[in-house]
Structure formats: structure tokens, C-alpha cells
């Protein structure tokens, strides 16, 4: 079976950081591109970062770029989201994600809670 | 940034009846290869998102065939034949063209 499940999430104070984890199996990790995806509370969904297979190219969303940062370990089929500098607006379910691309298996893991609160 | 447009936003629907949601982008989801980049979410109460539909049409594997997708460059469609209760959730389309990647705001689908 195909999986992928996050963890690291928790409550954290406005500028703090956390690091987020996703360990993949039932996939060739190093194969696939991966992605985080993030939804805040109520809200609808937002494509934050991807990498490449070997995690030498990344690409984020503005409102992250220089606060984020996207890696990955493909030896431990892991990918991972250094948050830093955080805002309440960062406050949302955060999940690991293969990109929906042609060709690409579509797995989702149950996401890991991110809440950024005095 | 691509800015997906989704209608209705709120979707009540009779079992057994049909449900169509537009999907609409400020900018052309065609790359630069010819193919057209647009894809359909379910998200059911408390779950994760499933993909449904790929590059407009194509349906994935284990979703059922009352699913369809439909458009051309910056005007798309979902539309379900036969709503059943198993439907239930929010469904978002998502261009996957231009980066940033971005969704709509997503449809909530409820039975009446």
C-alpha cells in the first residue's frame, strides 16, 4: 500500500519554527517529484512548495519563499518543510503530496496540524 | 498568479440527479507541449483530497465512470451523472501549468 504521513506539527508562537516530516512507502520515493500542500482551518487548499527527485530544484509560493524551505532525504524516503518565521496565517493542516502530474500516482498523506498562536 | 474561478460554490443536489461545476482561469492552463493542464479534487468530510480527473478529461483509476470532465483553455467542467451519497464533500479544480499551482476556492456538494 501506498503511503505517506507527516508529523512534526504543533502549537508554536508568532516567529517561531517547527519541522515537518513525511516518510513515504509503497513508492520508489526517488522517482517522484513531491510537494507540501497546506489548508487553513475552514478553508480551501493551498500549493505551498515542490522539489525535484534528487532535491536540487525547489519552487514556493511567494508568501512563503525565504521563510520555507522544502528537502528531502531519499535514503530514508523522507521529505521535509523547515517553517520558520512563522504567522498566524500559516496556521493550517499541512500535507505531503505527490504532484498531480500526468503519469504520477495520486497519494495524499492525513497531514500534520500547524498552529501559530500567542 | 493563475486565478481559478469555481461556480456554484455551494451545490445542493436530489440523489440520483445530475451536478455540473464550472471551473474558470484568468490565463490559458495550455503548456507549451499542446496539453492542457487541469485537475479536479474530491474531498470528502475529514479526509485527505483524491484526485478524480487529470488534464481536463482524464478520469483516474477506481473513480467512478458517472465523473467527467470537460473544457478547453480557460473554461472547464465536472460534471456528475447521477449524484450518489458516497459524493458528498468539497470538489476543487486545480491548474498544474503555471507555477505557482493554484485551486479554486471549491464546490460543496451536499444531497438535498
Known amino acids: 500500500e501506498v503511503q505517506l504521513v507527516e508529523s512534526g506539527g504543533g502549537l508554536v508562537q508568532p516567529g517561531g519554527s517547527l519541522r515537518l516530516s513525511c516518510v513515504a512507502s509503497g513508492l520508489t520515493f526517488r522517482n517522484y517529484w513531491m510537494s507540501w500542500v497546506r489548508q487553513a482551518p475552514g478553508k480551501g487548499l493551498e500549493w505551498v512548495a515542490n522539489?525535484?527527485?534528487?532535491?536540487?530544484?525547489?519552487h514556493y509560493i511567494d508568501s512563503v519563499r525565504g521563510r520555507f524551505t522544502i528537502s528531502r532525504d531519499n535514503a530514508n524516503n523522507s521529505l521535509y518543510l523547515q517553517t520558520d518565521s512563522l504567522r498566524a496565517e500559516d496556521t493550517a493542516v499541512y500535507y505531503c503530496a505527490v504532484p498531480p502530474w500526468e503519469g504520477y500516482i495520486d497519494v495524499w498523506g492525513k497531514g500534520t496540524t500547524v498552529i501559530v498562536s500567542s | 498568479d493563475v486565478v481559478m474561478t469555481q461556480s456554484p460554490l455551494s451545490l445542493p443536489v436530489t440523489l440520483g440527479q445530475p451536478a455540473s461545476i464550472s471551473c474558470r482561469s484568468t490565463?490559458?492552463?495550455?503548456?507549451?507541449?499542446?496539453?492542457?493542464?487541469l485537475v479536479w479534487f474530491q474531498q470528502r468530510p475529514g479526509q485527505s483530497p483524491r484526485r478524480l480527473i487529470s488534464k481536463v478529461s482524464n478520469r483516474d483509476s477506481g473513480v467512478p465512470d458517472r465523473f467527467s470532465g470537460s473544457g478547453s483553455v480557460t473554461d472547464f467542467t465536472l460534471q456528475i451523472s447521477r449524484v450518489e451519497a458516497e459524493d458528498v464533500g468539497v470538489y476543487y479544480c486545480?491548474?498544474?501549468?503555471?507555477?505557482?499551482?493554484?485551486f479554486g476556492q471549491g464546490t460543496k456538494l451536499e444531497i438535498k
Open positions: 522539489i525535484n527527485r534528487d532535491g536540487t530544484e525547489n
Open positions: 490565463h490559458s492552463l495550455v503548456y507549451s507541449n499542446g496539453n492542457t493542464y
Open positions: 486545480m491548474q498544474v501549468t503555471h507555477w505557482p499551482y493554484t
